[in-house]
């Protein structure tokens, strides 16, 4: 597989594999494992087609519970299977008035907030890629920015990629806005992921949400490999 991390799949904007990243004891992540991305259903016929040749089998959509604005992936390809996941919540009242109805909710400004609600649906979404079938994975959101952002957050500090890596990875998600946001606010993506993950013990997080030790051995396994 090309190592080229950016991908064109023809509809979408917003795709790159979360391959070639140095990780946890001299391993690096692996090309084709994951990919990362706005809306599937965006995609053309060729996109489709781009999809599939790069070895998705799985469909991870990240949802929030209280829309319904997010439409239903339905693939051309019968063995790509489809799993859909809630992983914030606007019916939650103070989140709603705090982050959702304002501009913030498309910044990283509300990762440390929403990890705090919700450890159970974060923790299903990684739950979802680790229990995949076999072949490449692709978690996705709307834009491919923001509840896509704070999944890959949780899964590339899970197999050790460095936050430098991991904030390099969330700003080619470019966002003017988002960044005006939180120059105004006297910080940047790095401050605010790296104080989002202060205090987090990973693995407790994603345990404690109600993923299982074989889930997560099951998310290394897929990520990571020593080949070069």
């Known amino acids: 597989m090309t190592p080229n991390r950016i991908l064109t799949w023809e509809g979408c904007i917003n795709i790159r594999d979360l391959g070639g990243l140095d990780a946890l004891n001299d391993s690096r992540t692996r090309w084709g494992a994951v990919v990362r991305g706005d809306h599937p259903t965006r995609l053309t016929t060729d996109g489709w087609s781009a999809l599939y040749e790069h070895g998705i089998r799985t469909i991870v959509s990240l949802r929030t519970h209280g829309l319904d604005d997010h439409p239903i992936v339905i693939p051309p390809h019968s063995n790509i299977q489809i799993a859909a996941v809630e992983i914030e919540d606007v019916t939650d009242l103070e989140f709603r008035e705090k982050w959702a109805s304002s501009d913030l909710w498309g910044t990283p400004l ?24 076999p072949g490449g994975v692709l978690f996705h959101c709307g ?78 396994t897929r990520l990571l490999t020593t080949d070069n």
Request: a negative charge.
């Open 110 to 133: 509300y990762y440390h907030d929403a990890l705090n609600r919700w450890p159970a649906r974060h923790a299903s979404a990684l739950q979802a890629i680790a229990q995949a079938q």
């Open 143 to 220: 834009r491919g920015h923001d509840r896509t952002g704070i999944i890959a957050l949780l899964l590339l500090t899970l197999v050790g990629v460095s936050l430098k890596d991991i904030t390099v990875d969330y700003e080619l998600s470019v966002d003017p806005v988002r960044d005006k946001l939180l120059a105004e606010r006297n910080t940047n993506t790095y401050e605010v992921l790296q104080k989002t993950m202060e205090g987090i013990n990973i693995e407790n997080y994603l345990l404690n949400g109600g993923m299982a030790q074989d889930d997560i051995t099951a998310l290394h």
